[in-house]
């Protein structure tokens, strides 16, 4: 009996995309592993530095360019204004995508100042030529997305890791250094044209229009307020380690961290990237809405808890064979760490939620407060130590996360607060 509920819900299409999404990460897990030992062997300390600094401006720069608010717009918008918004998205990514490469490009000297190492300026000015790329193929992916064909996007994942993991390695080994990491990242690029566009009939309009811009806009302003905010989160407790208890500290916090989250992570990042479209076809159906939405909820949980919870007892065990004895002091932490991962989950489910039924202002908001909240606790946790940072993390993930989480059920399945009317809003 017990068998059988198991396989009920890992079936539909919710788990076909999760299997497809699942395994293009762990294609990356294989093909990243060989680049890590590779870059370890060939990397100076200075050139993994020069790294830390290309991918933190990356990271910032690509939220800017409101990509994850213009997708989720298409894939959430009514099939009446689809042409309309697709339209507006293409020419409004131009517009973003061509400011940030400028203000990319000039900002890169100052930049290289701030590091007193001006050998920043050329790779910083190089990698933004990727957002002139980003336009080329944003809508179709989206699109994509939108149909719930999540297998192409799992192979757009896949091949583009792939080669830049391979041009990565290749010019690592040629000894160019951290041209290596910026050469792959351009060059593997154009994976997401050539087979989006091979797998999508939209094509860019020949007329400029911005005619479905307010809607685009709305919706994309509140989720780059959102991806901020989780930049936010994810590094404020780095900056406040580094800043109050020093650089060693962070150190061993920061492997933690990353050997605590980093797979489990990575499975639920596939878990809600599949989530997101598989809500929004059926927004307009409040029963179906409801029901999509705690089906998938329980099968997110489902793979995620027995995860966490083996990999927290087994960390003792596996950390001192993988990474070696002197990182057996941060095992306490790395489980901690481990176990906010399940807070965390649910958290990310509750904002796909909100997004899907057009509440992203709503859901700005609850970051708003889940980021103040995290800070202050962070902060005060940081006055005894890394580990009641990590204590903190935990519990300021379990207070906040089901109380904002049990409120968005209550507004967004309450039919007397909630009318279908305003789910099939554009």
């Not at 939220?63 to 998205?89: F, P, W």
């Not at 989530?275 to 089906?295: A, E, H, W």
């Not at 968005?408 to 009317?421: H, L, M, R």
Request: include cysteine; glycine fraction near 6%.
């Amino acid at each position: 009996m017990i068998l059988n509920k198991v396989k009920l819900l890992l079936s539909g299409q919710f788990m076909q995309n999760v299997g497809w999404l699942g395994t293009a990460e762990l294609a990356n897990r294989v093909f990243r592993l060989g680049t890590t030992i590779t870059l370890a062997r060939m990397f100076s300390s200075q050139d993994y530095g020069a790294m830390a600094v290309i991918y933190t401006i990356f990271e910032f720069a690509n939220v800017l360019t409101m990509r994850g608010g213009i997708g989720a717009k298409i894939i959430q918008a009514d099939e009446q204004y689809l042409q309309g918004i697709c339209n507006t998205s293409y020419w409004l990514n131009w517009i973003l995508c061509g400011s940030i490469f400028l203000l990319q490009c000039a900002a890169a000297y100052p930049i290289a100042k701030f590091y007193n190492n001006e050998q920043l300026i050329f790779p910083i000015c190089t990698l933004a030529l990727m957002y002139l790329m980003f336009p080329l193929f944003m809508v179709n992916a989206a699109l994509i997305e939108r149909e719930n064909r999540l297998k192409i996007t799992a192979l757009c994942n896949a091949m583009q890791s792939f080669i830049a993991n391979s041009i990565t390695v290749a010019l690592a080994i040629l000894g160019m250094g951290v041209w290596a990491i910026v050469w792959s990242m351009v060059l593997s690029t154009p994976v997401w044209i050539i087979i989006t566009w091979r797998n999508n009939s939209w094509r860019p309009p020949k007329s400029f229009s911005l005619e479905r811009l307010p809607e685009v806009i709305h919706f994309g302003k509140n989720m780059l307020g959102i991806e901020l905010l989780n930049k936010v989160r994810g590094n404020l407790d780095y900056l406040i380690i580094g800043r109050l208890l020093g650089m060693n500290a962070l150190g061993i916090y920061y492997f933690a961290f990353n050997a605590g989250s980093g797979i489990t992570m990575n499975v639920v990042n596939a878990l809600i990237s599949a989530l997101y479209p598989y809500l929004c076809t059926v927004r307009g159906d409040f029963i179906q809405l409801k029901t999509r939405y705690f089906s998938s909820f329980k099968k997110i949980m489902l793979i995620v808890v027995p995860i966490v919870s083996l990999q927290s007892v087994l960390a003792p065990l596996y950390v001192p064979i993988i990474f070696g004895q002197k990182w057996v002091m941060a095992i306490p932490i790395l489980i901690i760490i481990c176990l906010s991962v399940l807070p965390r989950a649910w958290a990310w489910t509750n904002s796909i939620l909100l997004n899907a039924v057009d509440k992203t202002q709503i859901n700005l908001y609850i970051s708003i407060g889940y980021t103040v909240f995290f800070g202050v606790s962070i902060l005060l946790a940081a006055q005894w130590g890394i580990f009641w940072v990590a204590v903190a993390v935990l519990i300021s993930n379990l207070i906040f996360v089901p109380i904002s989480a049990l409120w968005t059920y209550g507004y967004v399945f309450n039919k007397n607060k909630y009318s279908d009317s305003s789910l099939t809003k554009a």
